[in-house]
């Protein structure tokens, strides 16, 4: 039995401590932190979100412990693993101390608001007995893990085209809206994009070079960008990302994927199921797992801990060169030039 302890109570927190709860024969949550006091005893019904768990509920918590320090449940012998999901800007510390501490670490992304911040981690995880992962949903959401599948097997011939889009309202459930401050959050180009580019990242490796198109709000945060990914001739990566629509806008992600021999086009808002395209037949919707992104991210890190065996699907490195690669977009918004990828 793995005993967790999850560090925040927001949206995210919240989303976690739901796959515990699914996972309980393996894993039990026995401490909670978090700075409001109603969230660390389990009253989220003022926390909302945009996909998954969207709104919060009051939840009896039972015997877990609840924390308004992290770094006493950091340092609490009865937690074997901790789950990040605070603020961006509190990852670095939060997970090198944890690291320190020898429990094996579950952290949101983005992995952090800098490439120095990663490397630093990178090099405590090295350092520490316990697993570390980045919590890099979307190379475990049951359309893009299909989409990566077909594309692997080449089962609809040489990948053509890829469009990645993420769009959304100005998100409004962040406490005190911590995510509207880039310096707290990344901005868009960090907090949203952060997982088409780490799903690119996935699937080809770096680029050759990136050129990104957006424009900063009045507090410095680029709010919307629209990028191309050079890797060659034969093959167009094109990656959408915004939450400069007003708030009632919503949430949606999706991509369009254009093959020598078909298609595949998903948009979660459509409430339309991923659909394949092929020349001279019908239109088909492969049946998708029923679980999320979430439940299978958590159940593969507490299979890594328990084969004593590091996360393969997302490694800390490339988490990194996903906050290399998105502050890079970040930088050529700003220049108006393609920016070359190391």
Same mark, same amino acid.
């Given at each position: 039995m793995i005993r967790v302890g999850i560090i925040g109570a927001g949206f995210m927190g919240r989303n976690h401590f739901n796959q515990y709860e699914k996972l309980s024969g393996r894993s039990k949550v026995v401490a909670l932190c978090d700075k409001e006091a109603d969230r660390r005893i389990g009253d989220w019904s003022k926390v909302g979100g945009n996909v998954g768990d969207k709104q919060g509920t009051k939840r009896d918590l039972g015997d877990i412990k609840p924390y308004r320090d992290w770094r006493e449940l950091v340092t609490d012998p009865d937690v074997d693993m901790v789950d990040i999901c605070a603020p961006t800007f509190l990852h670095r510390e939060?997970?090198?101390e944890?690291?320190?501490?020898?429990?094996?670490?579950?952290c949101e992304k983005p992995m952090s608001l800098s490439v120095?911040?990663?490397?630093a981690m990178i090099e405590a995880a090295a350092e520490s007995p316990g697993k570390f992962m980045?919590?890099?949903?979307?190379?475990?959401?049951?359309?893009?893990?299909y989409l990566k599948q077909v594309i692997d097997a080449k089962e609809l011939g040489s990948l053509r085209v890829l469009h990645l889009r993420r769009q &959304?309202?100005?998100?409004d459930y962040s406490l005190d809206n911590w995510i509207w401050d880039p310096q707290l959050s990344g901005g868009a180009i960090l907090d949203l994009r952060v997982h088409d580019v780490d799903f690119a990242v996935y699937l080809f490796g770096k680029p050759k070079s990136v050129y990104a198109q957006g424009y900063q709000n009045s507090h410095g945060s680029i709010d919307r960008v629209h990028a191309s990914w050079d890797y060659g001739a034969g093959l167009v990566v094109q990656l959408?990302?915004?939450?400069?629509?007003?708030?009632?806008?919503?949430?949606?992600?999706g991509f369009t994927a254009v093959f020598e021999d078909g298609a595949i086009l998903w948009d979660l808002n459509s409430g339309k199921p991923l659909t394949?395209?092929?020349?001279?037949?019908?239109p088909e919707t492969p049946e998708m797992r029923g679980d999320d992104g979430y439940f299978r991210e958590v159940d593969y890190f507490l299979n890594c801990i328990e084969k004593d065996k590091d996360p393969q699907t997302t490694t800390p490195h490339q988490s990194r060169d996903a906050v290399a690669? &998105?502050?890079a977009e970040g930088e050529s918004v700003r220049i108006g030039e393609p920016v070359k990828i190391k």
């Open positions: 939060m997970s090198i944890a690291l320190g501490a020898g429990k094996h670490v579950l120095e911040d990663c490397d980045i919590a890099q949903v979307v190379r475990f959401w049951p359309e893009y893990v &959304a309202g100005m998100p959408e990302g915004y939450w400069d629509m007003p708030t009632s806008f919503g949430f949606n992600m394949v395209f092929r020349p001279d037949s019908e690669l &998105a502050l």
